[in-house]
Nanobody, 116 residues
């Protein structure tokens, strides 16, 4: 199974920033839309941000203006820069690609906890 490795989570105070990273195998990275998802306790998993191979981005309304998704093609890595974090951003964050989402396969994710 394809391995997407998330990192960068942690415990921060509201208003602070974190940057998440997701490393993917080259062929996967170069041919797929990459997405960051999150799942908070008791809630459904949601797509937070996505970026196409060409660099077009989309965000869920709740993070627009605060989060930025980007990709480093030389490192086969996608990032999620999260600024002005809020307690409601607390969740496990996952990166994934459409085919894995459809098959229901998810990695371990990285925990983000924002204290008020």
């Amino acid at each position: 199974q394809v391995q997407l490795v998330e990192s960068g989570g942690g415990l921060v105070q509201a208003g602070r920033s974190l940057r998440l990273s997701c490393a993917a195998p080259g062929i996967i990275f170069r041919t797929n839309v990459m997405g960051w998802y999150r799942q908070a306790p008791g809630k459904q998993r949601e797509l937070v941000a996505s970026i196409t191979v060409g660099g077009n981005t989309n965000y869920v309304d709740s993070v627009k203006g605060r989060f930025t998704i980007s990709r480093d093609n030389a490192k086969n890595t996608v990032y999620l820069q999260m600024n002005n974090l809020k307690p409601e951003d607390t969740a496990v964050y996952y990166c994934n690609i459409p085919s894995r989402v459809r098959s229901g396969y998810w990695g371990q994710g990285t925990q983000v906890t924002v204290s008020s």
